[in-house]
């Protein structure tokens, strides 16, 4: 049955650019998480979506607008914050809001909510063609090959940004690199999980792993594989039960991180029982 | 061979005069200890000589001049007061050391420096050759071989500054700056932390400048003493230091008068 449903143009598409892009979300996401910058994937979407109203809007390819207003919100957010010690999360909490904001002025001056915007928001990752899964898959292969060249330094700042500043690695320059690939990975998972789950897929992988104890790579590992499966079992279980894709992906990563909670739960009352009979 | 000069540096601060016109150097192989009350501008001066804080008067690193050691400074080891990090982060022991780990450009465009200037750079740890390999001969001499595998949220506040240490040894500094290492570590961690302290600076000639208020561990250790407090009030050998019973007991005050403060 399962081997069926794989002989269909649209699945196999969709897997493909769903597996590239459950890659990058994890690996992008690592770092995000680990900064505590968990909901700047949210921020970044947002502004897409006041990009993609721009696109809609003027009557350029959406995708394009959404890339462009994203990058300049990110590298906007960063001078901000370096410049007027504006923290972290009120940093998001203004993009997003701008975002939104100029989303819904530029929907309500084209004449309200359309079906294009609808696949934005909530994803359609069926329904992409065979070009965009080529860019989807080059965007990505990029991604990954610029997040292994700059794990070193990456992980180091992440870590301790003034240590990794003595030790030669210019910050600033790889701060507005890492926005930037943050945005691009963004707009590109887009199509999968839409505007609104997106920050799903790069927080939740990753905080399940973290939850296993291990050290960085294996942890990436764990994450790449539980963001890999959650997107594949969702698009093969949404086409059986006809349920919309990005929310069965989002729904698999959250049970995966509750079974996680209670496993953890279960073990550590498992052995402080243990305890208490050796006493 | 003078490996660090201060001379002349005030630090302006918050407003405020943090470090005002001191003068003092580090020799080859030299352990300096500096004491002084919280607040004295011990961190704040650390951070000028790294590159990291802006200042008036001339600091020189192997005799050169600050527009010139600039490929130098990732070849200086910094261990900070206090790292802060994520409790939950994913690193092992082994990953957080190898993160200490600089490219081959940057050793090469420092030693190439070093060479000009006629120091002969110890290269213990680059002689091992592989990365996994400096990595564990940094985790060995910190005595944390044992611990290489755990994750670093569950090691304990003496065990994390050795990490920091290691981290900061892994890379052959040509020099080595510990901010206050022992802050709020036990007694038995202390005296372990000292011993690696002591072994690196013999064993392997690393100079060390490193800022306490342990006089009993300066008076063990360190060969030569800075005191500050905002100005230098003693720099010199550590027998002259410990014989001037005046300083002593101006050092003893200021730190009882910080004691009173951070309990009372």
């Given amino acids: 049955m399962t081997l069926e449903i794989l002989g269909y143009s649209f699945i196999q598409k969709g897997l493909v650019a769903g597996v590239a892009i459950a890659i990058i979300c994890s690996l992008m996401g690592m770092f995000l998480v680990l900064r505590r910058y968990s909901l700047f994937g949210d921020a970044l979407s947002h502004m897409a979506f006041g990009g993609i109203s721009l696109g809609l809007f003027t009557g350029i390819y959406p995708l394009w607008t959404a890339f462009i207003v994203s990058v300049l919100g990110a590298l906007g957010i ?12 009120a940093a998001i909490a203004v993009l997003l809001v701008s975002g939104l904001g100029i989303g819904v002025l530029l929907i ?36 990954v090959a610029t997040l292994v060249a700059l794990r070193k330094q990456l992980l180091h700042m992440t870590f301790d940004e003034e240590q990794a500043k003595v030790s030669g690695i210019n910050t600033d320059k790889l701060n507005y690199i890492f926005v930037v690939l943050a945005s691009i990975t963004v707009i590109t998972s887009m199509r999968l999980v839409g505007i609104l789950l997106i920050s799903a897929l790069i927080v939740l992988p990753n905080i399940t792993a973290i939850m296993f104890g291990k050290g960085f790579k294996k942890t990436v590992m764990l994450s790449i594989s ?8 969702g698009i093969i279980l949404s086409y059986y039960l006809d349920l919309a894709p990005s929310g069965m992906i989002v729904m698999i990563s959250v049970a995966m991180l509750v079974g996680t909670l209670v496993f953890k739960y279960v073990n550590v009352i498992g052995k ?7 006493i | 061979m003078n490996v660090l000069e201060v001379s002349d540096v005030s630090i302006k601060y918050n407003g405020h005069l943090a470090v005002d016109r001191i003068n003092f150097d580090v020799k080859e192989g030299d352990l300096l200890g500096i004491v002084g009350p919280n607040g004295a501008g011990k961190t704040t001066l650390f951070k000028a000589i790294i590159g990291m ?3 008036s008067g001339k600091i ?16 200086i080891g910094y261990v900070s007061q206090k790292v802060v990090f994520e409790p939950n982060f994913p690193a092992t022991v082994s990953e957080v050391v190898s993160m200490g780990l600089i490219p081959e450009k940057k050793i090469r465009k420092g030693s190439a420096l070093l060479k000009k200037c006629g120091y002969s750079w110890n290269l213990l740890y680059h002689k091992v050759g592989k990365d996994s390999d400096k990595v564990l001969e940094s985790l060995k001499t910190a005595g944390l071989e044992s611990l290489k595998d755990r994750r670093i949220g569950d090691l304990s506040g003496g065990e994390l500054q050795r990490v920091f240490i290691a981290k900061a040894l892994v890379k052959d500094p040509v020099l080595l700056i510990l901010d206050e290492p022992v802050t709020g570590v036990d007694v038995d961690a202390q005296n372990k932390f000292y011993n690696v302290l002591k072994k690196i600076n ?10 306490s208020h342990d006089l009993e561990a300066i008076s063990k250790l360190a060969n030569r003493v800075a005191c500050m407090n905002r100005k230098l009030f003693f720099h010199g050998e ?5 014989s001037n019973k005046e300083l002593l007991k101006t050092y003893a005050e200021s730190a009882m008068q910080m004691h009173m403060h951070d309990h009372g």
Avoid at chain 1, 226 to 233: F, G, K, T
Avoid at chain 1, 272 to 278: A, G, L
């Fill in chain 2, 238 to 242: 550590k027998e002259e230091f410990f």
């Fill in chain 2, 53 to 55: 804080q802006n200042h």
């Fill in chain 1, 108 to 143: 309500s001056a084209t004449g309200g909510f359309k079906v294009d915007l609808f696949s934005f928001l909530f994803g359609s990752i069926l329904l992409i063609s065979f070009e965009d899964t080529l860019l989807i898959l080059g965007i990505s292969s990029g991604i």
């Fill in chain 2, 60 to 75: 020189k690193l192997f005799g050169y001049d600050e527009e010139d050691y600039q490929p130098l400074l990732p070849l």
């Fill in chain 1, 226 to 233: 539980m963001s890999v499966i959650s997107v594949v079992s």
């Fill in chain 1, 78 to 89: 960063t001078r901000l914050r370096k410049s007027t010690k504006i923290s972290g999360d």
């Fill in chain 1, 272 to 278: 402080s029982q243990d305890i208490q009979k050796t």
């Fill in chain 2, 202 to 211: 013999t064993e392997n000639k690393i100079t060390i400048v490193w800022s």
